[in-house]
């Protein structure tokens, strides 16, 4: 065959296919996943922002890094949501982020996938991008309450099971509007989503969530430090800061010392420190458990001096707003 026509039934060849190939690579849907060890707010905002792109006409699929927590199995068997498949592995795939934006909480293959977009109410992370990508990261108790937003936005309606999902996710993320975190715009947020939901007490549900979230009997201390547990680098050492909200501390007497080894052997994985606050939700405040290769930067992030391993912080009920900014200025 001479080399014209070979060329010409080439071109031809990849017109028809070049189509069906692109086809085939669009028809695999972006993941919209959260951080690890999902807690309320990250595994609703998955289920939310994918069913958002969806009536935009983006592919996507909910995602997890892990099992929903008992707290978060409450709200999806409450409201009839389904639990998002659980991703280890992102390589290759396209991602919509959700509720983080640090590189410490991404899973595997984060760096050969493609980031569509950032939704998140914490201080912007380290996560980078070769292409613009769309953002939506407000000073807000809960990435659901920007979720909210996004829907009026873009003028698609809310479902009543995922509105009652945000409801739940914005009164965990502000402990029913305790924390310092809580804005007017998440008590809006909740208001409306409310009706939408068709709840008639948001306060009920909301305190037989946190009933769900404080069981600890017979649950492992790996198990309750895993809840909500975070890897931060600040000043280039690696920190883990988890959190354990009870409706009173008394329940966490019994597995104080074994929570109290679970984080010293996570230290021991490459750690600089690791701090567990047990948040006590009636009276406003926190115990916090630390062990750390430089037990002074306690004093020197929070202004008390511990009493041996631990030391009490009242007021204090956010690891975001006032834990984690805390500790990045001590290590400093």
């Not at 099992?67 to 978060?72: A, D, R």
């Not at 680098?233 to 883990?240: H, L, Q, R, T, V």
């Amino acid at each position: 065959m001479h080399a014209r026509p070979l060329l010409t039934a080439l071109l031809a060849t990849l017109l028809i296919l070049g189509p069906v190939c692109a086809q085939a690579q669009s028809s695999v849907p972006a993941l919209v996943l959260g951080h690890m060890n999902p807690d309320t707010d990250s595994i609703i905002s998955a289920i939310a922002v994918a069913h958002l792109n969806n009536k935009r006409g983006i592919a996507c699929q909910p995602a997890a890094q892990g099992p929903p927590s008992p707290e978060t199995a409450f709200v999806l068997k409450r409201f009839g949501l389904t639990a998002p498949e659980v991703v280890h592995d992102v390589a290759g795939r396209k991602l919509y982020l959700v509720d983080f934006s640090d590189l410490a909480q991404a899973p595997k293959g984060i760096g050969e996938a493609e980031i569509l977009g950032i939704v998140d109410h914490h201080k912007l992370g380290d996560v980078t991008t070769p292409n613009p990508l769309e953002i939506w990261t407000w000073p807000v108790g809960c990435a659901g309450t920007v979720i909210k937003s996004m829907y009026d936005f873009y003028g698609v309606e809310i479902p009543k099971n995922i509105a009652g999902g945000l409801m739940c996710a914005i009164l965990s993320d502000t402990v029913m509007f305790k924390s310092p975190t809580t804005t007017e715009q998440d008590k809006k947020a909740v208001e409306a989503l409310t009706k939408i939901a068709d709840v008639a007490d948001y306060k009920a549900v909301g305190i037989a969530m946190f009933t769900a979230k404080s069981a600890v009997e017979g649950v492992s201390a790996k198990d309750l430090v895993s809840r909500d547990f975070k890897n931060f680098i600040m000043n280039g050492k690696k920190i883990g800061i988890g959190q354990i909200e009870v409706f009173d501390l008394a329940m966490l007497d019994k597995v104080k010392n074994n929570l109290y080894q679970e984080i010293t052997r996570l230290k021991a994985e490459g750690r600089h420190s690791v701090f567990l606050l047990l948040t006590d939700i009636t009276k406003g405040g926190s115990e916090l458990l630390f062990v750390s290769d430089d037990p002074s930067v306690v004093e020197k992030a929070f202004g008390k001096k511990p009493d041996g391993k631990s030391v009490w912080l009242d007021g204090v009920m956010s690891r975001k707003k006032q834990v984690v900014p805390n500790l990045e200025k001590a290590f400093k």
